[in-house]
């Protein structure tokens, strides 16, 4: 049995994960993921707690999958060269460092512009492919919130079984 207090702080680490699925400076899934290990570790690994770990570890992989093809399919189908969505994954990276917390979105956009207007010379075009890349950002973030409730779901389940 686990104290529920222990409980607590585990689903407050598992709650800062999921808003991490939204604000790029919290780690989101990976922290809720390393939040059930531990879990895990604390509430000895049961045949539940085994279940609940493989199924959170394929929702995690699941998660990180989308979170780079999303964006990937969202620039192609904008016509985002592939340089110019590395120039995103650049951009994204210094922005993380130059400006907490935004910095990712407005690197990879600043990072995508860019690149796209210094390959076709042409704004419209270059925000075109800006927008596409921007959608699928978006979507991959509200596709890593929804698989982050579900492992929140499936960890609660867990909990239950373990804390009362």
Known sequence: MVEPVLSLVFLVILFTG???TIIPVVPGILLMWGAVIGYGFVADFDA???A???AVTVLAATSVV???LLPKK???AAGASTKSQLAAVFGAIIGFFVIPVVGVIIGAVAGIALAEYGDKNDWGQAWVSTKGVLVGMGLAALSQFAIGVIILFVWLGWAA???F
Do not use: K, P, Q, R
Request: proline letters at 0%; a negative charge.
């Open 66 to 68: 989308l979170g780079v």
């Open 74 to 76: 969202a620039a192609d």
């Open 48 to 50: 539940i707690g085994i």
């Open 161 to 163: 079984s373990v804390t």
């Open 52 to 54: 609940a770990i493989v």
């Open 18 to 20: 999921l808003a991490g």
